[in-house]
């Protein structure tokens, strides 16, 4: 019978957004316990080896993260699988390299180029908000019974953040300098802003909110609208605010979030190889 957690993971049952072949070899890279889930992560072996093709083995790329050149939200990794995720920033000193992973519009994740600037904070969305006199959380000294409970939040990396804005709300999206530690901004999740979704059919897919629809007892849907004027639905729980209006705080990908039909996507790769296609 197995006790713990389990070590290894088969290729074939990897996430497909790692997009591994199949016949590269039977297991896949196993992501550290960490801040973002194991489906919804790219360890920073798969990053180095299989998208930035600076090592050409697992060796060489825990030769390179023991020589702390790697950086995740300005901490140094060593650790191969640690799991990087979305809105991380990854930072490569020796090539003066700064990333932030993003999903493209087909849900995998993609490695946006960014500037020293844009690599000093990331967005957070806040999943749970409360109050605690845990240790984890800490206690005022100065106070007893529930007026000695700290309020904090809980954002979708895994941080733990104290005495935040009493604005900020539930699937808020806050701008966190990494460097300093602190909340700079706030981005309400409400009619107008612009939104990217997270996971479901319409994961990378960015767009103005439009309308909210409630559910009791169920999922409440988000309707959003893209610059092309094409509306789509997912859960409220998939969204996540990444600006004020219509302006994305974040640098997003070549194609800005919008989703091409099919014949479309033909067109564009029959264009590119030099065919000429006749329209009906």
Do not use: C
């Given at each position: 019978?197995?006790?713990?957690?389990?070590?290894?993971?088969?290729?074939?049952?990897?996430?497909?957004?790692?997009?591994?072949?199949?016949?590269?070899?039977?297991?896949?890279p196993k992501p550290s316990a960490g801040p973002h889930k194991l489906r919804e992560c790219l360890p920073l072996i798969l990053i180095l080896r299989n998208r930035l093709k600076y090592a050409l083995t697992r060796r060489e790329v825990t030769m390179i993260m023991m020589r702390r050149h790697v950086q995740v939200d300005g901490k140094i990794?060593?650790?191969?699988?640690?799991?990087?995720?979305?809105?991380?920033?990854?930072?490569?000193?020796?090539?003066?390299?700064?990333?932030?992973?993003?999903?493209?519009?087909?849900?995998?994740f993609?490695?946006?180029?960014i500037s020293t600037k844009e690599a000093s904070f990331k967005l957070l969305k806040v999943v749970k908000k409360a109050k605690g006199a845990k240790s984890s959380i800490g206690r005022n000294p100065f106070q007893t019974g529930q007026a000695g409970t700290i309020p904090y939040l809980v954002t979708h990396d895994g941080r733990t953040i104290r005495y935040p804005?009493?604005?900020?709300?539930?699937?808020?999206?806050?701008?966190?300098?990494?460097?300093?530690?602190?909340?700079?901004?706030?981005i309400k999740f409400e009619i107008g802003n612009v939104c990217m979704v997270t996971k479901g059919a319409n994961t990378g897919r960015?767009?103005?909110?439009?309308?909210?629809?409630?559910?009791?007892?169920?999922?409440?849907?988000?309707?959003l609208k893209d610059k092309r004027g094409n509306e789509f639905a997912t859960r409220e729980g998939n969204v996540f605010a990444i600006g004020h209006g219509d302006k994305p705080e974040v640098k997003l990908p070549r194609v800005q979030g919008v989703k091409k039909t099919i014949l479309e996507e033909r067109e564009e790769m029959l264009k590119k190889k030099g065919i000429v296609v006749e329209s009906e």
């Open positions: 019978m197995a006790r713990g957690p389990k070590k290894h993971l088969k290729r074939l049952r990897a996430p497909k957004h790692w997009m591994l072949d199949k016949l590269g070899g039977e297991w896949a990794r060593t650790d191969p699988t640690y799991p990087a995720g979305f809105m991380d920033v990854v930072s490569i000193a020796q090539t003066n390299e700064r990333f932030r992973l993003l999903y493209d519009v087909k849900g995998r993609i490695l946006n180029k804005d009493p604005k900020v709300k539930v699937f808020d999206t806050i701008k966190y300098d990494i460097k300093e530690n602190k909340i700079v901004d706030q960015v767009g103005i909110m439009v309308r909210k629809e409630p559910h009791p007892g169920s999922f409440n849907i988000v309707y």
